[in-house]
């Protein structure tokens, strides 16, 4: 095994694979979710904890960041010989050396299945596990978490306990956990939230967190000191630290600025806001683009392209009209550069992040951009420069769905990052004319 | 008017629809309702029926019939041929290059999936095949005359009336008038739910509307028939018309079970199902026990509460099925209020739709399509549904065909169908026609109903003392 695992996540290692039922890991952005998933996975079996291992991710891209990790803990041999990706064949990622195979005897000869929530259908009814880890639950609804549960039932424990427990359970965590499904549900409720859910109903992650024990990865591998400490009072994460090794992780430019950028790609400053008043614009059924925004990206991409050509770039929006019109002038550009949503870019990390935010308008409605999870997810992928493009005064005294009934939606996020920037961990600088129109 | 209330006008539209149940019932849906409401109501809101059966031979002989119709068998529809014989040789000795293809292609997306495929596969669908053949010359090329195209695989929708369903395939005739076939890869003597007959009929309504834009109007309509590998059933006129009532009866009920709406259950005098003890019957027990006891007010307190919690995720799930049909309602609602070309021109707008492709050519289950300029509203990952514009028919009743977005660049756009087989049917049939891409949803929801329902046995197995589960 050539990674290394941190204190926090030893403990949970030691912690799970003593404990059974039902339990949750909480992990922030870059505290290595899928590490501590994978780690936990090959232990269970290598130290006979379990007979076989499911690990569950609601995205096909989730599930082969498992598969990346799993074969760098048992090397391409070891993952070959003990694992398989199941599920929808273009999903899984041909370079990885885990084989691909929705053939129920094979599935069953190996000891690690790796496959995404929708695709667990592919399985059979009959196949069980013994123990199973769920990752990005945050984004599930507790519904989604009942497929891989019921994979992991266990009958003969269900008619032995039937024997001796009264009959009690509150709510389906209890329920699951009583019929002998032992599973580590991951994921980060501060960090996503299932589409469409109502305000007053908890994602899957949430309910775990509600009826189960759970712990908390603190040690971000990807956020620098500055980063990790704005992230950390944004959301109210209490001690989300750098790992010692890249706390003074900076960005370093290779060839000179040019004097427009200076201020925006200053080395020193970790967070860059660059104040910048485009109009927002409404597209498709309930999106927004921002046509000054999107240019002003791909510019400040040109110059980071050119000073720093190895640095890898993702530009983040919460908006998918604004992520088809930033990658409709980008593909123009001989840049590779990633484009995503805030949905998308969950789970993802690069060296530099810009993040667009779109919405300015007269009447300060910030709407959907306001949410905690939203913004931390846009501010948590960078390992070295966060650069937020757009309107410092729109977020500054904008409105959110404070007509919402539930307190932790009172909050304006918009308004605590933007204070949060400001006075403490960033600068906000005023947007130089060349990305003014 | 200006852009922005166009855009504005659509987006409220949603808004509105978003608040509104946007359920459709499929055909099959209504079929199970009519077999009994209780065996629907054990797919919706229950989940407790799904097969773990591999359906790869009855697929595979529906995409080489979706192919051969239109080409080997109509060019061999003689119906003053007295000899079915030569003519079913005739067409499956022309067809042999379409069957090879198709399982060919079948084998290779099993081989990637490292599925199971039993050993005399090739020979099941070719026998089923030629059953199929033997059956349509022998009982339908001679009754009816030979028709002026054929259309495989439509999908109608009619949102005013909730309802949504593919045909196997439409005769058309040059008269304007129509026929429907299904085709079942099963002899249809053997089965007893007649689930089959009620399929038919709820997709003959289908056809009346995206004919005569209204599911009443009977003046087109030639037959219907269930191609079998035993044979043809045709139902009786009286059978059908008969039908048409209950089928809307069900249809009605099944859209109002989605919508959670408490529902009176018609039990029928006979249900081929439970009376019979077939696979099924314990679970629709499970839930009549389950009412039961809640009526007798004996459910104990906690499983109670944790019922309700699964009837909530149920139909949580339910909307999530409903919200993947909220497009289409939308093109409806538009088109119902602006007219076509006027709702067209704004939904194009704001890019809920876009017009003017080209085919350009395919590879494998790839398209490329392009167009005058490059703003295409789409991205990749995005499904897609592209309609071929047909004059005369409501928009959301001509052919069309699902595929998601691979990749946009400049003017030009490369789609990814569901199979090779879709897209030769595209090439034959959808293709030359004026090509419109409108947004759609894949329909996810019902692999999750399935561990709800486990879970709820579960709960019950824990909860309910021994003495009620008697």
């Keep these: ?437 | 008017m200006n852009i922005n209330s166009d855009i504005i006008d659509v987006r409220r539209t949603y808004d509105y629809l978003r608040k509104a149940q946007t359920h459709l019932v499929q055909s099959s849906e209504i079929a199970t309702a009519c077999v009994c409401q209780n065996l629907f109501k054990l797919d919706y809101p229950f989940g407790a029926t799904r097969s773990d059966k591999d359906y790869l031979v009855a697929n595979t002989v529906h995409d080489i019939m979706s192919l051969c119709m239109s080409g080997p068998i109509l060019e061999n529809w003689h119906s003053e041929l007295e000899n079915c014989e030569q003519i079913t040789k005739k067409i499956v000795k022309e067809s042999s290059e379409i069957v090879n293809t198709v399982i060919k292609d079948t084998l290779e997306g099993a081989h990637q999936e490292n599925r199971f495929v039993e050993d005399d596969f090739e020979t099941q669908v070719n026998d089923i095949y030629n059953g199929l053949i033997i059956g349509m010359a022998k009982r339908l090329m001679k009754k009816y005359e030979r028709p002026s195209r054929v259309l495989t695989e439509v999908t109608i929708t009619n949102i005013k009336d909730h309802h949504e369903g593919r045909i196997d395939a439409l005769l058309e005739y040059s008269s304007g008038g129509y026929g429907l076939l299904d085709w079942k890869s099963y002899d249809l003597s053997n089965t007893i739910s007649g689930r089959e007959k009620w399929q038919l009929i709820a997709n003959t309504l289908l056809a009346n509307f995206r004919y005569c834009r209204n599911e009443d109007d009977w003046t087109g309509h030639n037959f219907s028939c269930i191609v079998h590998n035993g044979g043809v059933y045709f139902p009786k006129i009286e059978t059908t018309r008969k039908g048409v009532e209950r089928i809307k009866t069900n249809r009605k009920f099944a859209h109002m079970v989605l919508c959670g709406e408490r529902v009176h259950v018609q039990r029928p005098k006979f249900c081929p199902v439970c009376d019979k003890g077939l696979e099924g019957s314990k679970e629709c027990l499970f839930y009549q026990r389950d009412a039961r006891l809640a009526h007798e007010g004996k459910l104990p307190a906690q499983y109670e509460k944790m019922t309700k919690q699964f009837f909530a995720k149920r139909y949580a799930i339910l909307k999530e099925r409903a919200e993947t049909h909220l497009h289409k309602h939308v093109v409806y609602a538009m088109i119902s209020k602006h007219g076509e070309e006027e709702a067209l021109r704004r939904l194009e707008k704001i890019g809920i739709l876009c017009r003017g492709y080209s085919f350009d050519f395919d590879i494998d289950e790839k398209v490329m399509f392009s167009r005058a300029d490059d703003n295409i509203p789409l991205e990749p990952r995005r499904i897609v549904r592209i309609i071929g514009m047909e004059i005369g028919k409501s928009l959301l009743s001509c052919i069309n065909e699902q595929a998601s977005v691979m990749e946009i660049r400049d003017n030009k756009i490369t789609l990814s169908f569901r199979s090779k087989t879709a897209v030769r049917r595209a090439k034959r049939q959808l293709f030359h026609l004026p090509i419109i891409l409108l947004r759609d949803e894949l329909n996810l929801t019902r692999s999750m109903l399935r561990p709800i329902h486990q879970f709820h046995k579960l709960a019950a197995d824990m909860l309910i003392p021994g003495e009620l589960l008697v």
């Design chain 1, 1 to 437: 095994m050539t990674v290394k695992l941190n204190p926090d996540q030893s403990r949970i290692l030691n912690w799970r694979v003593k404990s059974g039922g039902v339990a949750g890991v909480i992990g922030p952005a870059g505290c290595g979710k899928t590490t501590t998933g994978s780690f936990l996975a090959v232990k269970m079996i290598c130290e006979g904890y379990a007979k076989n291992v499911l690990l569950v991710a609601f995205t096909n891209s989730a599930a082969n960041e498992f598969a990346r990790e799993l074969s760098m803990v048992l090397g391409p041999e070891g993952s070959k010989f003990l694992c398989v990706r199941c599920g929808y064949a273009p999903g899984a990622d041909p370079r990885l050396p885990i084989p691909f195979s929705n053939n129920i005897e094979f599935v069953r000869s190996k000891k690690i299945v790796i496959c995404t929530t929708q695709s667990l259908k592919r399985l059979s009814a009959s196949i069980r596990f013994e123990n199973m880890i769920i990752d990005e639950a945050g984004i599930e609804r507790l519904e989604h978490l009942l497929s891989p549960f019921a994979l992991g039932i266990n009958q003969l424990g269900i008619h032995l306990m039937k024997e001796n427990i009264s009959y009690e359970a509150n709510n389906i965590i209890e329920l699951a956990s009583k019929c002998g499904i032992v599973a580590t549900v991951v994921g980060d409720p501060k960090q996503s939230r299932p589409i469409g859910l109502a305000d007053h109903d908890l994602s899957a992650m949430e309910w775990v967190l509600k009826c189960a024990k759970y712990d908390t990865l603190f040690t971000t591998h990807r956020l620098p000191d500055r980063l990790a400490m704005l992230v950390d009072e944004f959301a109210d994460y209490g001690g989300l630290n750098s790992a010692p090794e890249i706390a003074s992780r900076r960005f370093g430019a290779k060839y000179d600025i040019d004097e427009n950028f200076i201020d925006i790609l200053n080395p020193h400053e970790v967070i860059t806001w660059v104040n910048l008043n485009g109009n927002e614009m409404m597209g498709g059924p309930s999106s927004w683009y921002n046509e000054v925004e999107a240019k002003a990206c791909i510019r400040i991409c040109r110059e980071l392209k050119r000073v720093a050509p190895s640095k890898s770039i993702s530009i983040v929006t919460r908006y998918t009209e604004q992520r088809r019109t930033i990658s409709k002038y980008l593909q123009h550009l001989d840049v590779e550069t990633r484009v995503l949503t805030t949905t998308g870019a969950l789970g993802t990390q690069a060296d530099i992040v810009i993040f667009s935010l779109v919405r300015n308008n007269p009447e300060r409605l910030v709407g959907a951009l306001g949410s905690l999870q939203d913004l931390n997810v846009a501010i948590s992928r960078s390992k070295e420069k966060l650069i937020i493009v757009g309107s410092f005064e729109m977020m500054l005294n904008g409105l959110t769905g404070s007509y919402s009934s539930n307190p932790r939606h009172k909050q304006n996020f918009p308004q605590k990052l933007a204070r949060l920037i400001d006075k403490k961990y960033g600068m906000v600088v005023e947007a130089p004319r060349v990305l003014c129109n």
